[in-house]
């Protein structure tokens, strides 16, 4: 008897062969490995360093000595390009890493225990709901910027050595991820609301399986999917909040190279040089169109509906 092509392979499986399938979720998925491998080898790919000044080709165009041209300080447009990527790959990495560890749990204690717990988590996170994102992000980093130079003893002088490694940067970590957990958490409380009624988990409960086991071998696999999906759509607006305040001046400090400085650079000599526009917002262009199409391709990918 011939078997069917496609039978025993496993969900993992089934799911990596439908996003392999999904033309624009692989070409996303190339783009934002060589971002990826720009920003970790941005010291070795970049043709200059970041801070390298040539006051003799300032606001040249693309040629050959500068394929992207130069910027009115004749820094390299290119390889301040290459830089910027390592900020917007850190806001990608740390900040969803920071969301899912906060979300995922308080949503899946919410959702299993309900009653009080529940209640109490969900109105705390009502609480912060009602806080205007934008203003508290922009107060948080303007603090940051003023104060924490200054700090020479107690805790926050570890902040104030990761504001330098970062570039100025713990206020937006910090403030992205105080919100970002919030859809994190209903998600994950809502597949768990729906996942601990399904007869698999009655079952192992009523063989007296302990709720850790319940929490990590079943519920917590059926809520991870969805959960990946949206850390995956999160990430554009991550990347622009962060380009944003950089552009107004809020996000990286100078020197350290990011799309949004540069954007807000190149705005004030568009009408002369534009290309220092024109790059690094098709670089932000691109980048959030490819973790939107990732997004898109594990929503299609990771749905057991689509087997």
Known sequence: MRIAPGRGRSLGQDAVRRLLRNRAAVIAVVIILVLVVAAI????????????????????????????????????????????????????????????????????????????????????????????????????QTYFLAKLPDIHSGPLVVLRDLN??????VGVFIGLSLFGWLNVARLARGQVLTTKEQDFVLAARAIGARDRRIVWHHLFPNTLAPVIIMAALLVPGFIIAEAGLSFIGLGAQPPVPSWGIMLADGVAAIESYPYQTIFP???????????????????????????
């Open 164 to 169: 330098s490694v970062t570039g100025g940067l």
């Open 41 to 140: 080898l941005a010291s070795w790919i970049a043709p200059y360093p970041f801070t390298q000044q040539n006051l003799l080709v300032t606001d040249q165009g693309p040629g050959a000595g500068h394929l992207l041209g130069t910027d009115a300080l004749g820094r390299d447009e290119l390889s301040r390009l290459i830089y910027g990527s390592r900020i917007s790959m850190s806001i990608a990495v740390i900040t969803v890493a920071i969301v899912l560890c906060i979300g995922l749990p308080v949503g899946m204690l919410s959702g299993y225990y309900g009653g009080t717990v529940d209640l109490l988590l969900m109105r705390l996170i009502d609480v912060f709901y009602s806080i205007p994102f934008y203003v508290l992000l922009i107060l948080l």
């Open 281 to 307: 917002a098709l670089a932000i262009a691109i980048t959030l169109l490819s973790f939107n199409f990732l997004g898109d391709g594990l929503r299609d990918a990771l749905d057991p509906r689509m087997r």
